[in-house]
């Protein structure tokens, strides 16, 4: 963390990694192909040293046309991306010593916003699926009753399985437990050929239907659970027990609107767990379809010449 406040203290820091980003292999002029240029650090651009032509350091990226100094977006999206809990604009404004409360919140919202829009992979081989209730009196607790009147939200969550571990997830928000949404949320989330583990609910029956093998086995009851029978989906268990953790800690009180939001946060944050970097860079737009550039490299930004 200190590392990485050293290394983008300045806007020249950050606009130096963008330019890594934009050029891995080093600045090539899209006109000319020339291989020097110009920073025009209050522009955010760079101009080539031999025709002139000028780009945007931040065309294509969530920073276009920003205002915000661009340490503050860096440590923004640093914060979103390492800080489990998720961080409020209050503390952000506090962290980034910033003027306007606004400010912290705009870049909050607009990060959020890039973690629900993130290119996502269905997930594939062995996965599990349960279902579980949110923002409801007895989060937990199964039953219709939980539905009468109440706030709470029916969430499904699907695990894909890395040996004995989990590896990513997804989760979704969904109005009610027919046959038709089952499938649709395996249709739109697991990839066919998978083999899908569930629990006896009857909801989960003909997810065939999406090109999946299933295999359905009768979960213990809780009493059983609770003496330390194993479940017959325990990694979809853990992942929602550390989603209902979290929401508990983190948010009070969402609301069923915002609940999915909130679930593509966590699922963002989990399934990038093991590359931060390369969760920052989505998180900002850079670098599409390229490896994640390792801050390092702006050491090697070389080609620079004023
Ligand atoms: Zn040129």
Known sequence: MREFQRQFASEEACQDYLATCRWPEGFRCRRCGHTRAYRLVKQRR????????????????ILHNTKTPLTAWFWAAYLTVTDKRGISALLLQRQLGLRRYETAWMLLHKLRRAMVNAVREPLQGDVEIDDTWVGGPQPGLRGSRQLKGRKAAIVLAAVEKRGEASNRIRMAVVPDFKQTTMLGFVTQHVAPGSTI????????????AAGVRHVPRTQPLRGALRKGVPSVVPLADRAIGNLQQWLIGTYHGVSKAQLQIYLDEFVFRHNRRRQPMAAFQTL????TGRAPTSYRRIRGARDVTG
């Open 46 to 61: 760079w101009q080539c040293a031999a025709c002139r032509d000028q780009v945007s350091l931040t065309a294509g990226t």
């Open 197 to 208: 583990y569930t629990d006896g609910l009857k909801s989960f029956e003909g997810l065939q």
């Open 284 to 287: 900002l737009g850079l670098g």
